[in-house]
């Protein structure tokens, strides 16, 4: 609330100005503007923060350190000269210091230090950049940076940071207090170093981020397009992925991509000034699946067998905020990971409602609040299945419902409907004024539909993941909707159902999925995998197949790609969710694009038939056609398929806009390939632009569907 007096045209050029020239970070919703008494105030003040009801105020996101913060931390006569805490209105923390609404120093982790009579000084004046930034610090008054490692501890920030570049030249791991919470860090061009973070986190497969220098080193180690670049600079500071211009050993192995970001806090900068290594990997310390170490005694316990030091800032983070991810496609920029930078600003506008809560799925979770017309969501919490994860979950729902002052008992509560998620039994068990189940793939549609805020736009919806409990229980992953958010969504179409043997675990095992999708025809699955010399663990698959036990209906569209995958030679068990796809699509980046296999549409049974491709892919393997080829022709065939099943639909429904959603839809290949095909159909492809494209987004697409439909529910 900005009370002006003066004449009624400078007041018009106050208005003007604010809305066309704001200060660097603001962005302005709206502005509504109604006359009041004339004070007659001379001066120019901040009051303090007054109480609403209902904070109407969004929960700032953490910024990258901006250039003239930059500049002075470089500057040897400036009193912040190489002081790592350095920040000011324009940047730094704001959600991972913050402990409670409104943001005021008092409620945020600076509390503790009292500002010296300069800081002071900034922080009263409105003409200086730092007034009411309230994390504001120095080297006098504010936190410091201390390194432990073997031979104790190095208390001086400056000696501390150099330490740290000098033992990360050296090749050592270090743990890394950022922004939203500790990161295990080594030099990436350094094989030994790599490997040996790799054994000490047990992580054998799953790619790590790297972090470079500058733009310049990242477009040494990167393939970077004008869009990538963008990304890679928005104030979020993500992680890009983007092709691999050389091979970095052991960083992301079997992957053509890596995933870069340049430096966000002060710290980053000062350890590349003081010397660090250009490249390096900085991976949140966690286990697989976990959300990131953010407390400090945790840290110094946990990664005790996996770091050689720890650079320890002193200023404690409110609560953990892993890195974003994102990339580029040719259906425009993808968020892969919603976190640091981006949670928990307002994903979008939503029709009047009383609050809702939205606990998304246990993968890849996030949490959506919908409150005063506007869905926050949270930043990414991990796989709920992990103990850390499921405690950032519950730590977050109660955050965001204090911060927001929200009461437990006025909310709808919306799940996912499969009985066995940590996220359902949760929402089960809280005293809320009601409880809806989402079905997973129907909230997978309706995310991108939010994201778009197009509540009565009629589309066909595309759910392609690896797993969902489905209405029937089976389990779903192939899914083809029709409908709207209003009117909801009907399934009218699918994969050919398969079997997986041993069920969801199967999702572990590529060679499992493959016998199961063979479950018709298992004489000749059996004479095949023989000629194709298929491991052990696909002829015991197949012989559960055939005694139907153990067996369970699924049309998993990532099933398939495990299949596929484990056809072409991926025999052992996957590491990380994703893995068998990715490597699938790594293998067909490699090479060119000579034919097609069939994968029919029966627009009759409404079922997309994988038969006769998986029986073409055999019959050239066998003939002793490359790899290679048949993975990209697998591709192209798939987005064939897929466009003939939408195409056949829009005509039959009059729909032309097709929503695609699912962690099926981050290959790449199947997006180029689908964007290069579409152009003789007529059809508009929606993905979403805010949300993520996997589980992540699940969260939105059910508080969507909830409020589209609420009329007094
Ligand atoms: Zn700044
Ligand atoms: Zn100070
Ligand atoms: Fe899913």
Same mark, same amino acid.
């Given at each position: 609330?900005?009370?002006?007096?003066?004449?009624?045209?400078?007041?018009?050029?106050?208005?003007?100005?604010?809305?066309?020239?704001?200060?660097?970070?603001?962005?302005?919703?709206?502005?509504?503007?109604?006359?009041?008494?004339?004070?007659?105030?001379?001066?120019?003040? /901040?009051?303090?923060?007054?109480?609403?009801?209902?904070?109407?105020?969004?929960?700032?996101?953490?910024?990258?350190?901006?250039?003239?913060?930059?500049?002075?931390?470089?500057?040897?006569?400036?009193?912040?000269?190489?002081?790592?805490?350095?920040?000011?209105?324009?940047?730094?923390?704001?959600?991972?210091?913050?402990?409670?609404?409104?943001?005021?120093?008092?409620?945020?982790?600076?509390?503790?230090?009292?500002?010296?009579?300069?800081?002071?000084?900034?922080?009263?004046?409105?003409?200086?950049?730092?007034?009411?930034?309230?994390?504001?610090?120095?080297?006098?008054?504010?936190?410091?940076?201390?390194?432990?490692?073997?031979?104790?501890?190095?208390?001086?920030?400056?000696?501390?940071?150099?330490?740290?570049?000098?033992?990360?030249?050296?090749?050592?791991?270090?743990?890394?207090?950022?922004?939203?919470?500790?990161?295990?860090?080594?030099?990436?061009?350094?094989?030994?170093?790599?490997?040996?973070?790799?054994?000490?986190?047990?992580? @054998?497969?799953?790619?790590?981020?790297?972090?470079?220098?500058?733009?310049?080193?990242?477009?040494?180690?990167?393939?970077?397009?004008?869009?990538?670049?963008?990304?890679?600079?928005?104030?979020?500071?993500?992680?890009?992925?983007?092709?691999?211009?050389?091979?970095?050993?052991?960083?992301?192995?079997?992957?053509?991509?890596?995933?870069?970001?340049?430096?966000?806090?002060?710290?980053?900068?000062?350890?590349?000034?003081?010397?660090?290594?250009?490249?390096?990997?900085?991976?949140?310390?966690?286990?697989?699946?976990? @959300?990131?170490?953010?407390?400090?005694?945790?840290?110094?316990?946990?990664?005790?067998?996996?770091?050689?030091? +720890?650079?320890?800032?002193?200023? @404690?983070?409110?609560?953990?905020?892993?890195?974003?991810?994102?990339?580029?496609?040719?259906?425009?920029?993808?968020?892969?990971?919603?976190?640091?930078?981006?949670?928990?600003?307002?994903?979008?506008?939503?029709?009047?409602?009383?609050?809702?809560?939205?606990?998304?799925?246990?993968?890849?979770?996030?949490?959506?609040?919908?409150?005063?017309?506007?869905?926050?969501?949270?930043?990414?919490?991990?796989?709920?299945?992990?103990?850390?994860?499921?405690?950032?979950?519950?730590?977050?729902?109660?955050?965001?419902?204090?911060?927001?002052?929200?009461?437990?008992?006025?909310?709808?509560?919306?799940?996912?409907?499969?009985?066995?998620?940590?996220?359902?039994?949760?929402?089960?068990?809280?005293?809320?004024?009601?409880?809806?189940?989402?079905?997973?793939?129907?909230?997978?549609?309706?995310?991108?539909?939010?994201?778009?805020?197009? +509540?009565?736009?009629?589309?066909?919806?595309?759910?392609?993941?690896?797993?969902?409990?489905?209405?029937?229980?089976? /389990?779903?992953?192939?899914?083809?909707?029709?409908?709207?958010?209003?009117?909801?969504?009907?399934?009218?179409?699918?994969?050919?159902?398969?079997?997986?043997?041993?069920?969801?675990?199967?999702?572990?095992?590529?060679?499992?999925?493959?016998?199961?999708?063979?479950?018709?025809?298992?004489?000749?699955?059996?004479?095949?995998?023989?000629?194709?010399?298929?491991?052990?663990?696909?002829?015991?698959?197949?012989?559960?197949?055939?005694?139907?036990?153990?067996?369970?209906?699924?049309?998993?569209?990532?099933?398939?790609?495990?299949?596929?995958?484990?056809?072409?030679?991926?025999?052992?068990? /996957?590491?990380?969710?994703?893995?068998?796809?990715?490597?699938?699509?790594?293998?067909?980046?490699?090479?060119?694009?000579?034919?097609?296999?069939?994968?029919?549409?029966?627009?009759?049974?409404?079922?997309?038939?994988?038969?006769?491709?998986?029986?073409?892919?055999?019959?050239?393997?066998?003939?002793?056609?490359?790899?290679?080829?048949?993975?990209?022709?697998?591709?192209?065939?798939?987005?064939?398929?897929?466009?003939?099943?939408?195409?056949?639909?829009?005509?039959?429904?009059?729909?032309?806009?097709?929503?695609?959603?699912?962690?099926?839809?981050?290959?790449? /290949?199947?997006?180029?390939?689908?964007?290069?095909?579409?152009?003789?159909?007529?059809?508009?492809?929606?993905?979403?632009?805010?949300?993520?494209?996997?589980?992540?987004?699940?969260?939105?697409?059910?508080?969507?569907?909830?409020?589209?439909?609420?009329?007094?529910?």
């Amino acid at each position: 609330m900005i009370h002006v007096e003066g004449e009624s045209p400078a007041i018009q050029n106050f208005v003007h100005a604010l809305k066309e020239n704001p200060p660097p970070m603001a962005r302005i919703n709206s502005v509504q503007e109604m006359e009041t008494k004339v004070n007659g105030w001379t001066d120019f003040l /901040i009051a303090e923060s007054e109480e609403a009801d209902q904070p109407s105020v969004e929960i700032p996101v953490d910024l990258a350190v901006c250039p003239e913060c930059l500049q002075e931390m470089l500057t040897p006569t400036d009193r912040r000269f190489l002081y790592p805490y350095i920040n000011c209105t324009n940047c730094g923390p704001r959600y991972t210091v913050i402990k409670k609404l409104p943001y005021d120093r008092a409620q945020t982790t600076m509390k503790e230090w009292t500002m010296c009579p300069a800081c002071q000084e900034e922080y009263h004046n409105p003409f200086d950049r730092r007034f009411h930034a309230q994390p504001n610090a120095c080297p006098v008054c504010g936190p410091h940076y201390v390194l432990y490692w073997k031979e104790g501890s190095v208390q001086d920030s400056v000696e501390a940071i150099k330490l740290a570049a000098q033992l990360l030249k050296q090749g050592e791991i270090l743990a890394i207090k950022g922004l939203g919470g500790y990161h295990l860090a080594c030099d990436a061009q350094n094989v030994q170093a790599v490997t040996r973070l790799r054994e000490r986190k047990r992580r @054998p497969a799953k790619p790590f981020a790297i972090m470079v220098k500058d733009m310049e080193s990242a477009r040494a180690i990167v393939d970077l397009t004008e869009e990538a670049e963008e990304l890679l600079t928005q104030p979020s500071r993500p992680i890009v992925l983007a092709p691999a211009r050389h091979t970095l050993l052991e960083v992301a192995p079997d992957n053509g991509h890596l995933g870069v970001m340049l430096p966000y806090t002060p710290l980053h900068h000062l350890l590349y000034h003081v010397g660090a290594p250009p490249v390096l990997v900085m991976t949140s310390a966690n286990r697989s699946g976990e @959300p990131i170490v953010y407390r400090d005694e945790e840290a110094r316990l946990r990664l005790k067998e996996v770091c050689d030091a +720890w650079l320890v800032g002193q200023r @404690p983070i409110a609560r953990r905020v892993d890195d974003s991810v994102c990339r580029p496609t040719v259906f425009g920029p993808m968020v892969i990971r919603r976190s640091r930078g981006m949670a928990p600003l307002p994903v979008a506008n939503f029709p009047p409602s009383p609050p809702i809560l939205a606990f998304g799925a246990d993968l890849k979770n996030t949490v959506t609040l919908v409150v005063s017309g506007k869905a926050v969501m949270s930043q990414h919490l991990g796989d709920l299945e992990q103990y850390e994860a499921f405690e950032a979950f519950e730590q977050t729902v109660r955050d965001l419902l204090a911060m927001y002052r929200v009461e437990m008992g006025e909310i709808i509560a919306v799940s996912d409907r499969h009985p066995g998620y940590h996220s359902t039994q949760f929402a089960q068990e809280l005293p809320v004024q009601k409880l809806v189940t989402v079905q997973h793939h129907k909230a997978h549609v309706a995310s991108v539909l939010a994201d778009r805020e197009a +509540w009565d736009r009629r589309v066909i919806g595309l759910a392609f993941d690896g797993t969902g409990y489905g209405d029937d229980g089976a /389990i779903w992953g192939g899914e083809c909707f029709v409908g709207s958010l209003r009117e909801g969504l009907m399934r009218i179409a699918h994969l050919r159902p398969a079997v997986l043997p041993g069920g969801e675990a199967a999702a572990k095992v590529p060679v499992q999925a493959l016998a199961g999708f063979l479950a018709d025809r298992i004489h000749w699955a059996q004479e095949m995998g023989e000629k194709l010399h298929l491991p052990k663990r696909y002829f015991s698959a197949i012989k559960l197949v055939e005694k139907e036990l153990h067996t369970y209906p699924t049309t998993s569209m990532g099933r398939l790609f495990d299949a596929v995958a484990a056809l072409l030679g991926f025999f052992d068990e /996957i590491s990380f969710e994703g893995q068998a796809a990715m490597w699938l699509e790594y293998v067909a980046s490699r090479a060119p694009l000579k034919k097609r296999y069939p994968f029919p549409w029966d627009g009759r049974k409404n079922e997309l038939d994988y038969g006769p491709l998986l029986e073409a892919m055999v019959e050239d393997l066998l003939k002793g056609e490359e790899k290679g080829v048949v993975a990209r022709a697998f591709h192209r065939s798939m987005a064939e398929g897929i466009l003939e099943m939408a195409g056949d639909i829009s005509e039959r429904e009059e729909v032309d806009t097709v929503v695609l959603s699912g962690g099926v839809f981050q290959n790449n /290949i199947l997006l180029e390939d689908m964007k290069e095909l579409l152009q003789e159909k007529g059809l508009d492809v929606w993905l979403p632009k805010r949300v993520p494209v996997n589980d992540g987004g699940l969260s939105l697409g059910q508080a969507a569907l909830v409020a589209a439909r609420y009329q007094g529910m």
